[in-house]
């Protein structure tokens, strides 16, 4: 979603710092950017423009501006179109406020302004926040006083962060829902979204819990609660290597760099769970005994989504728990009943999904034990729930996620061996079996990034001209059938949809003629015949076949297919972690072919911090 930095410094100009901010915060997605800064006069100076922060570098680099405090935002719309005069910072002569989330009673608040005479400029929820402000410093309030005023009246999810006119030595931020954090430098202080808007700035990082509000002045900064008290928040030390991986190290595009990254994503994860008792894998110790619980409820938005139906299938087979898998935005507002027994479980890269957290929420009030998969050690799931694991991805620029989710089902794959053997069902000897395949995984990956060409060609000849393409799967595989339908889906803005291959005669068979590529995901295992049964069906009517498998399933085949990605062949239980980066790059090459932004595929956003 939409990206905040704020910059507080002793003595160097802020601005070069906060377009440095902003083109870390270009991976969250967005429309429109904008900086305001106190000129040397304390007045507010601003610069915004619709686009990329491109369009913003040139207006600066024709009309330059300078300043010790500033902020910057890269905004996604939601109220308002993506125009210059919706580009944050919101502004009066007073006030300049940057703001992520969603004003809910805005036109409430708007309505009563108006009607005191304000006028306003843009067509956001935002700037009734600066508009506000101002009429609260007006009545005589000082800045914190008129920050109290104002987030009392203001209801929904957000994190805010304003600067006044004449108060060089000021910034105040405030979250609620929406993530925001204070970063601490050698010579300044700061406001971001999140750890990689600071990381180039700061040392040190900490983040705000909800109804949390920070004073920053030069000294550092005052957090205070939804109560006024003033409180210390946890902090952490953001690590110097991680600014080393944000480059896009010679590669096209972030996607590119990131699918190349997923062996080592792999090993990385799996590393943090070696070296336990018998079998050489076993989850950290958890505040409750996860083998125990009766029942799990995994839940989780887009992507994240599809690793959690994947991991159903492999925790239900090895461990013989049952799973119930729920997409985040629906979770809560079906009244689940819920195992008192149970435990959810929440996936996301980020760990800010606003949804996801809601649902987190929910399952606390009901008093479940509650489990976090995240990619981002501090994030808001990962502090709300009772526990959490933590996938070793690193940063994900593209908006499209792709080693974040092979780190998930390697995770989730590593979580079903150990339920399986503490449950009994697994005995030592299949244990190590099924360890040895996950260690030999990396390989595998890598042996198909090394060797996409192939995918290449099916990109380029069968789906980049295609207008609806349907992607097909059996058991762990049907998942990530709808994973690679998602990614052409986000990349190339071809219609796609992913089914369990049986389920074909049931309605997706009508879409198949000629013009329609189908991509059967067909790893040989006990249900390759079933599969090959439906390739049949659909050859037979003309559609486009895309076989991605093996030597041995390939040779079975009685007609040539439109096009195929032959691998080695892998164990039925790694399958899906094996064949993630072939739906990866056939996406990718797919919207390369037909030059889309890749990196950044319009109207999407890579955190979804709001409802």
């Known amino acids: 979603m939409c990206g905040i930095i704020g910059i507080l410094a002793k003595n160097n100009n802020v601005v070069p710092q906060i377009m440095a901010g902003l083109k870390l915060l270009e ?21 915004r423009a619709s686009g990329k922060i491109s369009v913003l570098s040139r207006k600066l680099e024709e009309d330059p501006l300078g300043g010790r405090v500033g902020i910057g935002h890269t905004r996604w719309a939601t109220h308002g179109a993506a ?42 929820d935002s700037e009734v926040a600066a508009k506000l402000m101002h009429q609260k410093l007006s009545e005589g309030l000082s800045p914190r006083q008129a920050t109290v005023e104002v987030l009392s009246r203001l209801e929904g999810a957000f994190s805010l962060v304003f600067l006044f006119a004449n108060y060089p030595d000021l910034l105040i931020g405030a979250r609620r829902g929406s993530p925001l954090a204070v970063g601490f430098g050698p010579d300044q202080v700061c406001l971001g979204s999140d750890a990689i808007a600071l990381g180039s700035f700061c040392s040190k990082i900490v983040y705000l819990e909800d109804d949390d509000w920070a ?16 409180v210390n928040r ?33 090993g990385d994860t799996l590393s943090t769970l070696l070296g336990g008792s018998e079998g050489g ?16 409820n995994m839940v989780a938005c887009g992507t994240s989504y599809y ?68 990619n981002v050690q501090g994030s808001s799931l990962a502090r709300e729930a009772d526990a959490h694991l933590l996938t070793m991805a690193g940063p994900e620029f593209g908006v499209a996620s792709t080693k974040a989710f092979i780190a998930q089902l390697t995770l989730l794959a590593a979580t079903a061996i150990d339920l399986g053997f503490k449950r009994g069902f697994l005995d030592a000897h299949e244990k190590n079996r099924l360890v040895r395949l996950l260690l030999e995984a990396p390989a595998h990956v890598a042996e198909i990034l090394a060797k996409d060409q192939g995918l290449k060609e099916i990109a380029k000849t069968v789906i980049a001209p295609s207008r609806d393409v349907i992607y097909l799967g059996r058991g762990h595989n049907y998942p990530l059938a709808m994973e690679g339908a998602l990614k052409l889906k986000e990349l190339s803005y071809i ?45 037979t009517r003309g559609g486009q076949i895309v076989f991605i498998g093996d030597n041995r399933g390939y040779e079975r085949l009685t007609r040539e297919p439109a096009g195929s990605a032959i691998i080695s062949q892998v164990d039925p239980f790694i399958a899906p972690i094996v064949y993630t980066p072939l739906v990866q790059l056939l996406a990718y090459h797919a919207a390369v072919f037909k030059g889309t932004d890749v990196d950044q595929p319009r109207n999407l956003a890579k955190s979804v911090t709001v409802e």
């Open 27 to 47: 991976y969250r997605g967005y429309d429109s950017t904008g900086l305001a800064v106190l000129d040397q006069g304390g007045a507010l100076v601003r610069r």
């Open 83 to 124: 125009t210059e005069s919706n580009a944050h910072p919101l502004a009066t002569e007073k006030v300049a406020v940057v703001h992520n989330g969603i004003i809910e009673n805005y036109q409430e608040i708007k309505n009563e302004l108006l009607g005191k005479g304000y006028e306003f400029e843009s067509q956001t």
């Open 215 to 230: 004073e920053l002045n030069h000294q550092g900064a005052v957090i205070k609660n939804g109560i006024g008290q003033e």
């Open 234 to 266: 946890p902090s952490s030390q953001i690590d110097p290597s991680f600014q080393l991986n944000l480059g896009k190290s010679g590669y096209r595009h972030f996607m590119l760099k990131e699918m190349h990254e997923q062996p080592q994503v792999v």
């Open 281 to 296: 894998l076993e989850l950290p110790q958890l505040p409750f005994d996860l083998s125990q619980a009766a029942r799990l």
């Open 307 to 374: 690793a959690a139906m994947v991991g159903k299938y492999w925790i239900e087979k090895l461990a013989k728990i049952p799973v119930d898998v729920d997409v985040a935005s629906e979770f809560r507002y079906r009244e689940p009943v819920l195992d008192p027994k149970g435990v959810s479980v929440f996936i996301s890269q980020s760990g800010e999904t606003a949804d996801t957290l809601a649902a987190l929420k929910h399952c606390k009030a009901l008093g479940q034990k509650l489990l976090s998969i995240v």
């Open 495 to 539: 219609h796609a949809e992913g089914h369990p291959s049986g389920e074909i005669k049931h309605g997706p068979l009508a879409l198949v003629d000629e013009t329609v590529p189908v991509v059967f995901l067909a790893p040989t295992d006990h249900l390759f015949p079933k599969i090959l049964s439906n390739l049949e069906e659909v050859q």
